[in-house]
């Protein structure tokens, strides 16, 4: 109990921890408690930090921030358009059509199953097919139900949804144009001695803006290749297998494995076993591989490297929290999490004992 006491006077006596710790329960509140919401502001000043990249890319080469920021603005409705009236109509129907091709699907295979005692007598029984496959006809009735629900709540939410996609983009039109002032705004309630928690956010500021914009564009390259891969291999729903390949990038070593089922699920029924699965199936490990060790080193150079097992437990820990935004913003917020640990004030001890083993460790070199 005493070490916890003087833990507590020796790190909260320092007025710069309590600031930080002040900001980061506020930070942790609002988000908790009013995240849903606050949802479309969110989203918006997600957007708004995306393109602000862009806006800074135009002002280097002479343009004044407020062309910059029309043009910006402008782009990202094209976008927004083509994705409401073009990908999302066009995903809509691939899905209803892969829905629609459940049963045959289904059948097919049954048949397989079927023909699996007589082939392989001493492995498999009938009964166990018969056992498996009443089993596998329960949880797709009950993913139905789910299904049935899920499209109830969606037209329930529709109006909400219509809402939004009218309120985002004004948000994040005045988020670009009012940048400095709102910054200026909101910093002039900030306490003036706020040494650490600057040193904080200078240290993540970098590093998330690097890695949410970098992901963005492996999500869109990502996918993009995968499409007209696929496409070229004239694999069915392409678009709709693409799309899920491209935000499999969102999961570090799980997003690619779970992706995997759906692809080999629709090539196996298209081409059944042989040359033209094994085609797709190895065109999608080369994309794989070359998104994780050309693409990712190439786009997120800059970003700190976390352990693996840090990065997992940052996407089960935030997904759980905060679901989607969750995953996508896993390893940013794990990556505010290290800067926190690194510049938290250390015991002089601490300090004394590094420095003493620095210089051993450097020796060698």
Do not use: C
């Not at 009443?134 to 049935?148: E, H, I, N, P």
């Not at 996918?223 to 693409?242: D, E, H, M, W």
């Not at 029924?269 to 080369?286: E, R, S």
């Amino acid at each position: 109990m005493n070490l916890f006491t003087d833990w507590f006077k020796r790190t909260f006596s320092d007025p710069q921890v309590v600031i930080l710790g002040l900001f980061l329960i506020f930070g942790l509140a609002i988000v908790i408690g009013l995240g849903k919401w606050l949802a479309p502001m969110f989203a918006s000043i997600v957007i708004a930090y995306l393109l602000e990249g862009i806006v800074g890319r135009l002002r280097k080469l002479g343009l004044p921030r407020f062309p910059a920021v029309i043009i910006v603005f402008v782009l990202f409705l094209a976008v927004l358009v083509f994705l409401l009236f073009g990908l999302v109509p066009m995903l809509s129907r691939q899905l209803t059509q892969l829905v629609q091709q459940f049963p045959a699907y289904i059948s097919q295979g049954q048949a397989l199953l079927k023909a699996l005692p007589e082939n392989y007598p001493q492995l498999v029984s009938e009964q166990q097919i018969q056992a498996f496959t009443t089993s596998l006809g329960d949880d797709f009735a009950s993913l139905g139900q789910q299904l049935l629900s899920l499209s109830l709540a969606s037209v329930a939410n529709f109006v909400i949804w219509v809402v939004y996609l009218i309120l985002v983009p004004v948000l994040v039109f005045f988020f670009l144009k009012d940048k400095r002032e709102l910054i200026d705004w909101a910093v002039s309630y900030l306490p003036k001695e706020r040494h650490l928690a600057s040193t904080v956010w200078a240290e993540s500021e970098v590093q998330i803006a690097n890695y949410v914009r970098g992901k963005v564009a492996e999500i869109l390259i990502v996918g993009a290749v995968t499409y007209i891969t696929f496409k070229f291999f004239g694999l069915q729903y392409s678009a709709l297998l693409a799309t899920l390949v491209g935000f499999s990038v969102l999961i570090p070593y799980i997003g690619a494995a779970v992706v995997t089922v759906p692809i080999a699920f629709v090539a196996f029924f298209q081409y059944g076993w042989g040359w033209d699965f094994g085609q797709v199936m190895i065109a999608y490990a080369i994309i794989q591989a070359l998104d994780g060790n050309l693409l990712v080193p190439l786009l997120f150079s800059e970003v700190v490297n976390l352990h693996p097992i840090a990065i997992i437990l940052a996407i089960l820990v935030f997904g759980g929290l905060w679901g989607f935004w969750g995953v996508f913003f896993a390893i940013p917020l794990a990556t505010l999490v290290n800067a926190i640990l690194r510049s938290w004030p250390k015991k002089p001890d601490d300090e004394e004992s590094e420095s003493e083993v620095e210089p051993e460790l450097e020796a060698p070199a």
